[in-house]
């Protein structure tokens, strides 16, 4: 046992227009603090998941954390970046320094603000995050990165534009039950399969609805000690984390193999003393559809090549044996980079504690896997929760 998330707070995703990267923070600051019934003044550390790269002016955020409360200032307060995973490396850095004895009672916040920027920067932007001499000039984007995986798979594996579809529309279905998600829209599979003035070709074989959007939101939580959170009203256990960073360069590895992220589940999974079979649901790292397709791989539900078989078989349904991103992932919910892994963190939370959205939670739900990735499966971050009863 590693640390209790005790309350939490999750702004909805979308184009915030009237927001900013400051105002966000503030709200989610306040909010968590607020649900968990815990006083700035009892903070001992806060950590800030903040990916920026360019989408603010506002570099150097950590401190306006500060803003929500008085009783935050001269708090340590730090901000983390990696990539995509942004979100969870601060989650993961507040459980250390619960673990640690440094602290007990951390607030952890993760925000994003991508939609003030122009389409084109945000390509370049996000193309950050990739090797800059191999990939930077990729067109399109980082979709045009993972256009070129999904490529380098149908080569070696076939085809997989059906399963591609299967997942954005199961994605998409589930996102109507989330009223935090972007896209509350069930598209259906035959719109997700076919091209269309609505659903054109973004990169390789990846069309609109097989990317997550371009996104502004936050989510923030409050961890605690495990012993000082058996006393509060709520609190769900982070059993176990793992996290596995890989080599940059997408040409020093076999990239259909998203080896980082097996590493992570693995050392997870250990640590929690579990199998994947244990657990009632995962959220996943879909930024693009044939990312949740390698995952399944990667995190051992499938062998390697058959990802399609986890989805065309109904596994990974709401209602099947593994239900794989209940809230609609972040191809339905959004993806503000800096958000997305504190997100995710809070919505295993709600449905572990019982308080998911009518619509979204899963029955009887008793053990959590999030898996959290930044890059092309470099930054690789595994949490396994569960509620404390
Ligand atoms: N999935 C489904 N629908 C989407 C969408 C997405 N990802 N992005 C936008 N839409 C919808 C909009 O809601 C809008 O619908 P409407 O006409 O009914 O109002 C329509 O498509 C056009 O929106 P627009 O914003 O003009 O689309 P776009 O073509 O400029 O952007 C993408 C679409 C896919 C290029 C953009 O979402 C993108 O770049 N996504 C990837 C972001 C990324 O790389 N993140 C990092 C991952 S590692």
Redesign the pocket.
């Given at each position: 046992m590693t640390a209790s998330i005790v309350g939490w707070a999750h702004t909805p995703f979308g184009k915030l227009g009237a927001e900013t990267v400051e105002s966000l923070v503030v709200k989610v600051a306040t909010d968590a603090l607020a649900d968990a019934g815990i006083s700035a003044g009892d903070v001992d550390e806060i950590v800030l998941g903040h990916f920026n790269a360019g989408f603010s002016a506002q570099d150097f955020t950590a401190s306006l954390v500060l803003q929500a409360d008085p009783e935050l200032r001269f708090k340590p307060a730090t901000r983390v970046e990696n990539?995509?995973a942004t979100g969870s490396a601060a989650v993961h850095q507040g459980v250390r320094a619960i673990a640690s004895g440094a602290a007990k009672i951390v607030l952890v916040v993760g925000v994003e603000q991508m939609t003030h920027t122009p389409?084109l920067e945000?390509?370049r932007n996000?193309l950050r995050?990739s090797y800059l001499p191999e990939d930077g000039d990729t067109p399109?984007?980082?979709?045009g990165v993972?256009g070129k995986i999904a490529q380098a798979y149908f080569q070696k594996y076939g085809d997989q534009s059906d399963a591609l579809a299967m997942i954005a529309a199961k994605n998409?279905k589930n996102g109507v039950a989330n009223p935090y998600a972007q896209?509350r829209r069930d598209?259906g599979y035959d719109f997700c399969r076919s091209e269309s003035e609505?659903?054109?070709f973004?990169a390789g074989p990846l069309k609109?609805?097989d990317?997550?959007?371009?996104s502004d939101g936050a989510a923030a939580l409050v961890l605690m000690d495990v012993e000082t959170a058996r006393s509060m009203r709520r609190a769900v256990n982070i059993r176990a984390t793992g996290h596995a960073q890989d080599f940059l360069p997408m040409s020093k590895r076999n990239i259909l193999d998203f080896e980082g992220c097996t590493v992570a589940w693995q050392r997870a999974l250990a640590k929690a003393g579990v199998t994947l079979s244990d657990l009632s649901f995962v959220e996943t790292h879909d930024?693009?559809t044939v990312a949740e397709l390698i995952e399944y791989e990667a995190m051992g539900l499938t062998p390697k090549g058959q990802g399609a078989r986890a989805i065309k078989e109904g596994w990974t349904r709401k209602d099947g044996k593994l239900p794989i991103n209940p809230s609609g992932g972040?191809?339905a919910k959004g993806?503000p980079?800096g958000a997305t892994g504190v997100s995710m963190h809070v919505l295993s939370a709600m449905q572990l504690a019982g308080e998911a959205p009518e619509g979204m939670q899963i029955r009887d739900a008793r053990l959590a896997g999030i898996f959290n990735m930044g890059?092309t499966a470099v930054a690789n971050y595994v949490s396994i929760l569960e509620p404390v009863r």
């Open positions: 990539a995509c389409g945000v390509g996000l995050a399109g984007g980082f979709a993972f998409h896209i598209f609505k659903n054109p973004v609109r609805t990317c997550s959007p371009v930024c693009f972040l191809k993806h980079i890059g």
